[in-house]
């Protein structure tokens, strides 16, 4: 199947209709999103570049101590979280358009401020701007991919799409440990200049061919009044953003913080070994991310849920076992397969509650209810790292482990509740198959 050069958006295509493989799902995109898929990689490249040696960068070459770097970062996701249900209302009110766009531009201002951070002050600025832009982040972009595509296509479009801002991340991340310096510090501020070039990509393409998808709801008779309140009074919904705060706080808000330390400080393994864990989540991602696509279609997106978390308690057996082993070769394979497992988890949870967050939302509160997701999912940041630190600071390395083995049980039994509570057509399955 082939769309037409000119769609009238979202675009829905039945799954039966989408014909097998990339080509398949790349022929029954529309025009536009096909532009904004074919940049992802590319956009997120600088990302990449710069996201592993931010602390490196604001401590060995500009001379801040580890706390006050780490209280910066801490600070750009506080702010992220204050202003993402802000973003969320701008939003409904003005469209995803004007808000991806400024997401952007604030993100392009606030990476040359980075790379200009010699002092305090400028750091300053920079944590407000990259705050602002991280705070947009969700809200904006996936309320303009609901005004592009919707149903199946909608559900791939959220997976490939996270794959291919993976794999931009990756080599990214690849290419700068290559380049960068400490002791030549312009090698740092051009990654961070590059980074604020390929951030604005989005710009382009909402200036130019896709100025006219705005992403804003037109209203209706029969519409609530769009508020937060109403956002949390819809069916489900409270229990979703439970299920992304506490999957966020024992899953990704670890990544950066407990299982780096899990692994240096408990399993005794080497940089290289962690390195290579995240290189192995990446490839897991990139490779099987649309093999698990095709896999979980038509099923509900609450069972996939359950599979996702099943696998991630698997990852968290893995690192526990390398904690037995420390220092030994076994150890640095079960820390690197922690990175492997987790990224075939991710490869569940990315499709699934995307998905579900945006086929239950009206139009008209779609920018709140990808805002309320988004800012869920920042407890994570925040909440993650700081968990990880009293557990590991004391050597607990079984405590560490427990503890994220009951928050994935904890997130089972609200996905359970979610199931109850949503119709099948939001929960991925036909109306007429809600077996599956």
Same mark, same amino acid.
């Given at each position: 199947m082939t769309t037409p050069a000119t769609s009238l958006l979202p675009v829905d295509v039945p799954a039966g209709s989408i014909e097998p493989g990339v080509r398949g799902f790349w022929r029954a995109l529309p025009r536009e999103g096909r532009f904004l898929l074919s940049t992802v990689a590319l956009q997120h490249l600088g990302r990449g570049m710069t996201l592993p040696f931010?602390?490196?960068?604001?401590?060995?070459?500009?001379?801040?101590?580890?706390?006050?770097?780490?209280?910066?970062?801490?600070?750009?996701?506080?702010?992220?979280?204050?202003?993402?249900?802000?973003?969320?209302?701008?939003?409904?009110?003005? *469209?995803?358009? !004007?808000? +991806?766009?400024?997401? @952007?531009?604030?993100?392009s201002i606030g990476t040359v401020l980075l790379a200009a951070t010699t002092n305090l002050t400028i750091a300053v600025l920079m944590v407000l701007f990259l705050g602002l832009a991280h705070g947009t982040g969700w809200s904006a972009s996936n309320s303009l991919i609901s005004a592009i595509v919707a149903g199946p296509l909608r559900q791939r479009y959220f997976g490939v799409n996270f794959a291919l801002l993976n794999l931009g991340i990756g080599v990214g991340g690849l290419l700068a440990g290559v380049v960068v310096d400490v002791d030549r510090p312009m090698t740092f501020v051009l990654l961070f200049l590059l980074d604020a070039v390929l951030v604005l990509i989005p710009v382009i393409w909402l200036l130019g061919p896709l100025r006219h998808v705005h992403g804003r709801a037109l209203p209706g008779a029969d519409?609530?009044?769009?508020?937060?309140?109403?956002?949390?009074?819809?069916?489900?919904? *409270?229990?979703? !953003?439970? +299920?992304?705060?506490? @999957?966020?706080?024992?899953?990704?808000?670890?990544?950066?913080?407990?299982?780096?330390?899990f692994a240096r400080s408990i399993s005794q393994v080497s940089t290289e070994a962690v390195g290579a864990l995240f290189a192995a989540n990446t490839v897991v991602i990139v490779a099987l991310q649309f093999t698990v696509l095709q896999r979980i279609e038509g099923h509900r997106r609450t069972r996939v849920m359950l599979a996702m978390l099943a696998i991630w308690m698997l990852a968290y057996g893995l690192l526990g076992l390398s904690g037995l082993l420390p220092g030994s070769l076994a150890a640095a394979v079960l820390a690197v397969s922690w990175g492997a497992v987790f990224g075939l988890g991710e490869t569940l949870l990315q499709p699934s509650i995307p998905a579900m967050v945006n086929d239950a939302a009206p139009d008209h509160l779609r920018g709140r209810m990808n805002a309320a997701n988004s800012t869920a999912f920042m407890l994570g940041a925040v909440v993650g790292p700081v968990l990880a630190g009293q557990i590991l600071g004391k050597d607990q390395g079984w405590l560490f482990v427990?503890?994220?083995?009951?928050?994935?049980?904890?997130?089972?039994?609200?996905?359970?509740?979610?199931?109850?509570?949503?119709?099948?057509?939001?929960?991925?399955?036909?109306?007429?198959?809600?077996?599956?």
């Open positions: 931010t602390v490196i960068y604001l401590g060995e070459v500009r001379g801040f101590s580890l706390e006050v770097a780490g209280a910066l970062l801490g600070a750009t996701a506080v702010v992220a979280a204050v202003y993402g249900p802000i973003a969320g209302t701008f939003v409904d009110k003005v *469209g995803a358009r !004007l808000v +991806v766009m400024s997401g @952007s531009i604030l993100a519409d609530d009044r769009p508020s937060y309140r109403t956002v949390l009074r819809r069916p489900g919904f *409270g229990w979703i !953003l439970g +299920v992304t705060a506490l @999957s966020s706080i024992v899953g990704y808000g670890q990544m950066e913080a407990g299982i780096p330390a427990a503890v994220m083995v009951v928050g994935l049980l904890g997130c089972a039994a609200m996905v359970l509740k979610i199931e109850r509570i949503v119709p099948p057509a939001i929960n991925g399955v036909p109306e007429s198959n809600p077996s599956p």
